[in-house]
């Protein structure tokens, strides 16, 4: 089992920033890779970013240049620091946790979410 805790979201003006922390715990080192997910109201959860156990990274093109997501591995934390916020970027933003197969089944974990919600 994977827990994992997200923190840092709120209200923000357009052209502002946050950080979003996810925070993990439990089989922590069976984790292939770790991501954020975001949905707004009405639609479908997506993919934002996403940074898997060598390194890599992959981003949503409509975020590329804006934001970055990164790891503190010594604390077991995902972060993503979100630059020149939008309106179209409110949502609730989730963290997963992927442990890859095991056995017969894909292991995915998911937070809680934490709303980011940027208005004038």
């Known amino acids: 089992q994977v827990q994992l805790v997200e923190s840092g979201g709120g209200l923000v003006q357009p052209g502002g920033s946050l950080r979003l922390s996810c925070a993990a715990s439990g089989s922590v080192a069976s984790i292939i890779a770790m991501g954020w997910y975001r949905q707004a109201p009405g639609k479908q959860r997506d993919l934002v970013a996403i940074i898997r156990s060598g390194g890599s990274t992959n981003y949503a093109d409509s975020v590329k240049g804006r934001f970055t997501i990164s790891r503190d591995n010594a604390k077991d934390t995902v972060y993503l620091q979100m630059n020149s916020l939008k309106p179209e970027d409110t949502a609730v933003y989730y963290c997963?946790?992927?442990?890859?197969?095991?056995?017969?089944?894909?292991?995915?974990?998911w937070g809680k979410g934490t709303l980011v919600n940027v208005s004038s």
């Open positions: 997963n946790a992927d442990r890859g197969w095991v056995g017969p089944r894909r292991l995915n974990y």
